[in-house]
């Protein structure tokens, strides 16, 4: 990893509210997770096994842990032992939260792919704090959460699902705060138009240049 690319990570870890020790412990897996890399599969055949109704299973921390690279999370274990563990059924605003988010930033440094997995976490964070009927403030909280995380260039399935969750959680949510939830949602979905749409003019009059050359 480039000197750069390390001191922005640990600048990040530090904070989602990482403490020193936790910050060192888990930047050594750094290195060695990018050797087993390679052998990993694929998230989209992690995900089509995950879909099959007679291997998947309907327990969502079995679900979300399949999807981390075994010796990935081995490694993690070492460093973190029971609080890695425990931090990734944490929801915002909880104490393990912070870990929860610093572990999936180490893995998405080794492992690229994994940021569509952590969209799909956000968009089910709000429909659990909404079932748990937390505070609107902390709702609004993890729906910004899930709008930052649904700005990286992802697949259109990835959108798709994580948008279902967010508005299956609003319909659930209190009748006098689901207006407002819309209009956050709303928000995000304009500036993802209004960004499509310049890539859309973009290509089109790249193409028009390559054909008058």
Not at 18 to 39: D, H, P, Q, R
Not at 133 to 142: G, H, V
Not at 170 to 175: A, D, F, L, Q
Not at 187 to 193: A, D, F, N, R
């Amino acid at each position: 990893m480039k000197n750069n690319n390390l001191e922005n990570l640990i600048k990040e870890l530090k904070i989602e509210g990482a403490s020193e020790k936790e910050t060192e412990g888990l930047l050594k897996v750094v290195g060695n997770l990018k050797e087993f890399n390679k052998i990993e599969r694929s998230f989209e055949s992690k995900r089509r096994f995950l879909d099959n109704p007679g291997k998947a299973t309907k327990n969502s921390y079995i679900r979300r842990w399949f999807l981390i690279p075994a010796i990935s999370f081995a490694l993690l274990l070492l460093v973190g032992g029971y609080s890695v563990v425990a931090a990734q059924n944490s929801l915002p605003g909880d104490k393990l939260y912070s870990v929860k988010k610093a572990t999936e930033k180490i893995i998405s440094t080794v492992n690229p792919s994994f940021k569509e997995e952590i969209i799909i976490r956000r968009s089910q964070e709000v429909g659990q704090l909404v079932e748990k009927k937390e505070s609107t403030e902390l709702i609004k909280k993890s729906i910004y959460e899930y709008k930052k995380a649904a700005e990286e260039d992802v697949k259109q399935e990835t959108r798709e699902e994580s948008s279902r969750n967010i508005q299956e959680a609003i319909e659930k949510s209190k009748e006098e705060d689901r207006e407002e939830l819309k209009e956050i949602i709303r928000e995000k979905e304009k500036v993802l138009g209004e960004e499509k749409h310049k890539n859309q003019e973009e290509q089109n009059k790249e193409r028009e240049e390559f054909k008058n050359d």
